[in-house]
T-cell receptor
Framework: GIQVEQSPPDLILQEGANSTLRCNFS?????LQWFHQNPWGQLINLFY???GTKQNGRLSATTVATERYSLLYISSSQTTDSGVYFC????????????FGTGTRLKVLA | NAGVTQTPKFQVLKTGQSMTLQCAQD?????MYWYRQDPGMGLRLIYY???????DKGEVPNGYNVSRLNKREFSLRLESAAPSQTSVYFC????????????FGEGSRLTVL
């Protein structure tokens, strides 16, 4: 099945800094999604992005499907951005099996 | 709309007891999923149902059974709970057809003593 890897595993930033989180996947995908898990454990949908680029406020994401990776950019980080960021992907051969990466734990310091 | 609703939110079991986690969605989605998340870890897929009447194993199906009761509901059963099944369980749904976003419930925290 598809393997999903994320880097870095941990990240500490000062408020106002920018960051890039990476998600690599082992197979061709037709589904890719980024989530933020807040400190209360809720999973918040950030982007559904099997290919291309999307932006939502200070966050943007790019998926280069042919090279099997996706990037999440956080600009001007705020303390409320703290939490764990997950990507999840489903391959073209296993469309319904949505597999998660191990996450990037982000802490933004005031 | 409530979205994806899980019950119960918290449960404590003794080893060997059985229980069922319930999940219901009101978005008319075809596909539904059960994941578990252990402390400090990512989510692992237990079972999924691509459409009403079908279920398939995910990454970690041992020790669990599922039932897709109808289009709205997907339950997860632990027949004989073990301490290794202590985890937070998340249900999710997706419109289906091979594409679309996952939407998650708020999770059910299960402790097995």
């Amino acid at each position: 099945g598809i393997q999903v890897e994320q880097s870095p595993p941990d990240l500490i930033l000062q408020e106002g800094a920018n960051s890039t989180l990476r998600c690599n996947f082992s197979d061709s995908v037709n589904n890719l999604q980024w989530f933020h898990q807040n400190p209360w454990g809720q999973l918040i949908n950030l982007f559904y992005i099997p290919s291309g680029t999307k932006q939502n406020g200070r966050l943007s994401a790019t998926t280069v499907a042919t090279e099997r990776y996706s990037l999440l950019y956080i600009s001007s980080s705020q303390t409320t951005d703290s939490g764990v960021y997950f990507c999840a992907a489903a391959s073209t051969s296993g469309t319904y099996k949505y597999i998660f990466g191990t996450g990037t734990r982000l802490k933004v310091l005031a | 709309n409530a979205g994806v609703t899980q019950t119960p939110k918290f449960q404590v079991l003794k080893t060997g007891q059985s229980m069922t986690l319930q999940c219901a969605q009101d978005m008319n989605h075809n596909s539904m999923y059960w994941y578990r998340q252990d402390p400090g870890m990512g989510l692992r897929l237990i079972y999924y149902s691509a459409s009403e009447g079908t279920t398939d194993k995910g990454e970690v199906p041992n020790g669990y059974n599922v039932s897709r009761l109808n289009k709205r509901e997907f339950s997860l059963r632990l027949e004989s709970a073990a301490p290794s099944q202590t985890s937070v369980y998340f249900c999710a749904s997706r419109a289906g057809g091979g594409a679309g976003e996952l939407f998650f419930g708020e999770g059910s925290r299960l402790t097995v003593l």
